[in-house]
Each structure stands twice: as structure tokens, then as C-alpha cells.
């Protein structure tokens, strides 16, 4: 009870940082990107995947260690970033994750994922066919031990329709050693089902992920938002064989690293970028952008120096 008071009185403290008489509210500033060409309205995103190699990426495979891309499963071919399981005789919980070379804080991520082909060998059951993600404010890759399945860290998940009629929306939330604050309260469950289309065949689906520190996380589908929580936090289960000092409970994720999920589904990326919402935020520096909600000064230029 006493961790459920402390959730909610942070969340009003928060709520109360980003809104009040004479401000604008840090969500509705984060949403009003309007795209210009020119000036402070500039949006300068940034490709993590660059379409020819895996340059910035790095891979933790259970029971690998950081760096070993086991049986060639994140490749690049034909411009597209590649999880697949050819070269496995059977999966054997071999729970793969791909990190971009450093954390973010503040920023929109944009994917284009489809999913292909048949489930790897001996995967982990049925819940995982045509099952993938993005994990967001997620530990180090090089915090991870050895045998470890998933990072501590906020999933996306990437789901796709079986073809039977049955609902199967996409980029719901899951929370492999965390937990999130959902309508007032923290949500008890591994996953939270996004109200989404289900997304049949393997046409390409365009997902944003919306990350604003450890206020609010939202996600949106081919542009439409599907859900939105509050307050992320290190906390719960469905993680194992992690370093116990890498799970302070209760402690909120501000940051972290980002990684593309391998749990046997064979899928493609074309498409992983990234706006920053952190930096200058004085409207007349040349490095001010209007989408900017969070302040760092040392972005500013003074007379197109950097600030000392």
C-alpha cells in the first residue's frame, strides 16, 4: 500500500510539473510537431538504422556473451534489418536483443517492422509466434549476466494477426522487471493490450513510441495513438538471472538503452529512427527546435560557438 501512495503522489507531482496557470502541458508540447523546414520548427531525426550494416547496434543473446550475433540472427539485406533463425537448429530460449550504442531520455522512435516467414525450431510456445518489439528505457546491455532472458526495461510489443479472426492488437505494453501507472493506479499485469488494429499478413506496420522521461510513454499505430501510461519503474517479474543490483524496485526510469527484440519470430525492420526532444530550448539560438521539451544548455550555441 505504502509503494501504491508513493506511485500516486509522484504522479501528481508530475502531473503538476508539466501543467498549471500560464504553462503548456509537457504531453501537448511533445505532440505539437508540426514539421516545418525552416527555423526553430525543423524536425532533425535521426536514422539508428542506416540500411547498409549494423553499425551503433550490438547484441545480447542469452547465454552469449555481449557481442556474439549467434548464428548470424540480426543481419542486414537488401537495405532491411533482419531477425532470423536460419541458422538455428532449435531455438532453446536463446531470447535475442539488439541495443542501439547509447541511452536517450526525451524522444519519438519510429519503426517500420513486418514480420516473416515461421516461427524458429523449438520456440518458446505459442504465445511467441508472430511476436516481437522495442524495448525502451532498458538497462545496459552491458549490465546484463550471462544467461539472462530480457532486459529490465518497457517493451513495445510487436504482434501480428494469425489469420483466424481472433483480436490480436498491436503495440500493447509488457514489462519484463518493471511496472507502470495506468488510469490513477499501478497496472498489475506483465501486459497492458493497446487498443490497436490487428495487424494480418505481413504487410509493413508503422509504430512511434513516444518516450517522455519517466512521465509518460505513449504508442501509436500508423499515426492513430493506442495507449498511453505514466510514472515506468523498476519493479515486478518476468525477468531471470539478472544482477539483483540492477533491480532497485520502486526506482523510476528516466532513461535508458534501446534494443530490437529476437524471441523467435522471424521479422524485418526498414525503418528505425529517432527525434530527439531534448536541447536547446532558448527561441533564439540556431540549435533551438520547437519540439524540444526537455532543456539542455550545453546544445545552445552562443555566436555559433558552443556555450563554454
Not at 25 to 39: E, I, K, R
Not at 159 to 186: H, K, M, N, Q, Y
Request: hydrophobic share 35%; glycine share 12%; proline share 6%.
Amino acid at each position: 500500500m505504502s509503494q501504491f501512495i508513493s506511485t500516486v503522489s509522484v504522479l501528481l507531482f508530475v502531473a503538476g510539473m508539466f501543467s498549471g496557470p500560464g504553462t503548456t502541458s509537457v504531453f501537448a508540447a511533445a505532440s505539437d510537431l508540426s514539421g516545418g523546414s525552416t527555423g526553430g520548427s525543423t524536425e532533425d531525426w535521426i536514422p539508428l538504422f542506416n540500411g547498409r550494416n549494423l553499425d551503433g547496434w550490438t547484441p545480447k543473446i542469452t547465454g552469449h556473451v555481449l557481442g556474439d550475433n549467434y548464428a548470424d540472427t540480426f543481419r542486414v539485406e537488401g537495405g532491411v534489418l533482419k531477425v532470423d533463425y536460419a541458422g538455428y537448429a532449435a531455438f532453446e530460449q536463446r531470447f535475442g536483443h539488439l541495443f542501439y550504442e547509447r541511452p536517450y531520455s526525451y524522444y519519438r522512435l519510429r519503426i517500420d517492422y513486418r514480420f516473416t516467414g515461421v516461427q524458429a525450431p523449438g520456440g518458446p510456445g505459442a504465445w511467441a509466434v508472430r511476436n516481437s518489439g522495442v524495448m525502451v528505457h532498458a538497462q545496459s546491455p552491458q549490465s546484463m549476466l550471462l544467461d539472462q532472458d530480457f532486459p529490465i526495461s518497457i517493451e513495445a510489443q510487436f504482434l501480428g494477426g494469425l489469420g483466424d479472426g481472433t483480436p490480436r492488437p498491436t503495440a500493447s505494453v509488457c514489462t519484463p522487471g518493471t511496472e507502470i501507472v495506468f488510469r490513477g493506479g499501478l497496472y498489475p499485469q506483465h501486459c497492458l493490450v493497446a487498443d490497436a488494429p490487428t495487424q494480418d499478413g505481413d504487410q509493413w506496420v508503422s509504430v512511434e513510441v513516444e518516450v517522455l522521461g519517466a512521465a509518460q510513454i505513449s504508442h501509436r499505430v500508423n499515426g492513430e495513438l493506442v495507449l498511453a501510461y505514466q510514472l515506468p519503474q523498476i519493479g515486478g517479474g518476468v525477468v531471470h538471472n539478472f544482477d539483483p543490483a540492477e533491480k532497485p524496485d520502486g526506482r523510476l526510469l528516466d532513461t535508458g538503452y534501446i534494443a530490437l527484440q529476437s524471441e523467435s519470430a522471424p521479422i524485418e525492420f526498414r525503418r528505425v529512427a529517432l527525434l530527439n526532444l531534448e536541447g536547446c530550448m532558448n527561441p533564439e539560438d540556431r540549435n533551438y527546435r520547437k519540439h524540444f521539451v526537455r532543456s539542455d544548455s550545453s546544445a545552445c550555441l552562443v555566436a555559433g560557438q558552443p556555450r563554454q
